[in-house]
């Protein structure tokens, strides 16, 4: 039902920089409506990581970043580290769907 | 520091109702400004939103689920539920409440997360 789509998998060594994707369409992401990402470390509820598109909030280490393009979002992990080494979800609102959040499919990272 | 709880029976049966609770603690929730969440993820996949509402009641719900979601608020226990009807094994998941954050719904992002509550469907 996810109508924001994410890679399964990324992989990096340490030290290097990962992005994921997430693709939307005109009446989410591209309607000008916000994306939040997520980290969800194994075991653990989700923790919001990124909001408002660039945003992070206090405590969130400056090596995640995120950006927004047409109907489309990236999430940037630079100088990667095995604590890294989660699930990650982009959210947004979808007009179409009556006032309804939309996650992304998810991605693993996986610190090699 | 806002903290949510999630509580209910970790076990139900084919075509019963699912209910689960949601105490919040370190904020009120009449006081207002926020909306209040359930989310859940079936085991091994991804995340889906299942409602919000506000400590007026007003609600939005998931298109899918909505014609077996019921979330209420309980202002003065500082609490609000779930109610899912008519389960299969389809609605085995972990489930999660979340405070919402956002100007408007359009803006809505979860902030504040419970530990999450894994409910079986199973006879």
Not at chain 1, 13 to 32: E, F, H, W, Y
Not at chain 2, 89 to 110: H, K, M, N, P, Q
Request: glycine share 12%; with cysteine; aromatic share 10%.
């Amino acid at each position: 039902q996810s109508v924001l789509t994410q890679p399964p998998s990324v992989s990096g060594a340490p030290g290097q920089r990962v992005t994921i994707s997430c693709t939307g369409s005109s009446s989410n992401i591209g309607a000008g409506y916000d994306v939040h990402w997520y980290q969800q470390l194994p075991g653990t509820a989700p923790k919001l990581l990124i909001y408002g598109n660039s945003n992070r909030p206090s405590g969130v280490p400056d090596r995640f970043s995120g950006s927004k393009s047409g109907t489309s979002a990236s999430l940037a992990i630079t100088g990667l580290q095995a604590e890294d080494e989660a699930d990650y979800y982009c959210q947004s609102y979808d007009s179409s769907l009556s006032g309804s959040s939309v996650f992304g499919t998810g991605t693993k990272v996986t610190v090699l | 520091q806002v903290q949510l709880q999630e509580s209910g029976p970790g076990l139900v049966k084919p075509s019963q109702t699912l209910s689960l609770t949601c105490t919040v603690s370190g904020g009120s929730i009449s006081s207002g400004g926020y909306y209040w969440s359930w989310i859940r993820q079936h085991p091994g996949k991804g995340l889906e939103w299942i409602g919000y509402i506000y400590y007026s009641g007003s609600t939005y719900y998931n298109p899918s689920l909505k014609s077996r979601v019921t979330i209420s608020v309980d202002t003065s226990k500082n609490q609000f539920s779930l109610k899912l009807s008519s389960v299969t094994a389809a609605d085995t998941a972990v489930y999660y409440c979340a405070r919402v954050e956002g100007a408007s719904i359009a803006a809505a992002l979860f902030d504040y997360w419970g530990q999450g509550t894994l409910v079986t469907v199973s006879s």
